[in-house]
């Protein structure tokens, strides 16, 4: 992917495309458990809403925003809709999840 990339960039920006990859990758994620972040990002954020393009704390949110949530919202939040039923076993963090909203479950 990175050489048809390269090749696109190079026939119509006509630069090179190391002037925005540098020389070296950055190092990737490892693949293993985020519990801890995603942990201290929800503790950090979960009271932060928007107004307009901006996250502000949750006394500084736009009336748009509480509408359009509201709206959304009206039957249910989408999130616990697809977590109904949900019970945890090892391994299905992702799995089981997608299998009971892909189902109607």
Do not use: C, M
């Not at 995603?38 to 996250?55: Q, T």
């Not at 949110?61 to 090892?90: D, F, M």
């Amino acid at each position: 992917h990175l050489a048809v990339i390269s090749d696109l960039f190079k026939k119509y920006e006509r630069r090179d495309p190391q002037e925005v990859l540098g020389t070296s990758l950055p190092t990737s994620l490892k693949f293993a458990s985020q519990r801890e972040f995603i942990r201290k990002v929800l503790d950090e954020e979960v009271d932060l809403r928007a107004n307009g393009p901006d996250y502000v704390p949750l006394a500084q949110e736009s009336e748009a925003s509480i509408i359009q949530r509201s709206e959304l919202n009206k039957h249910g939040s989408p999130t616990n809709i697809v977590a109904a039923g949900y019970q945890w076993s090892p391994g299905t963090e992702l799995s089981r999840g997608l299998q009971n909203s892909k189902l109607g479950k």
